[in-house]
Nanobody, 125 residues
């Protein structure tokens, strides 16, 4: 069974930065896309960013473009999300996702097969 473990969340002031990490285990090979979603209190879960299995193509939500950067270390089966210029509205639980099939891209509709437990990001004004 694939397991995703996120880390790196915390509390920062507006304008600050955080780096989230997500390590995948329980499968062989590294040809898997990974991504991030988030869910704020009282709101629906939303797509943040994804990266293809090769680490060469990216997809960002509009609110993440220019402020967040996703990267992949295939050797470590770890995906990162660098958060910069954080705003109070970025406060949410951030979830790591990955797909069941190799080479399959992460979908924006939240139907990814595997999810992490989430890491809390809190941004104060």
């Amino acid at each position: 069974q694939v397991r995703l473990v996120e880390s790196g969340g915390g509390s920062v002031q507006a304008g600050g930065s955080l780096r989230l990490s997500c390590a995948a285990s329980g499968r062989t090979g590294t040809n898997y896309a990974m991504g991030w979603f988030r869910q704020a209190p009282g709101k629906e879960r939303e797509f943040v960013a994804s990266i293809t299995w090769s680490g060469r193509s990216f997809d960002y939500a509009d609110f993440a473009e220019g402020r967040f950067t996703i990267s992949l270390d295939s050797a470590k089966n770890t995906v990162y999300l660098q958060l910069t210029t954080l705003k109070p509205e970025d406060t949410a639980i951030y979830y790591c996702v990955t797909e069941q099939l190799p080479f399959s891209p992460v979908r924006r509709d939240g139907q990814s097969k595997f999810w992490g437990q989430g890491t809390q990001v809190t941004v104060s004004s």
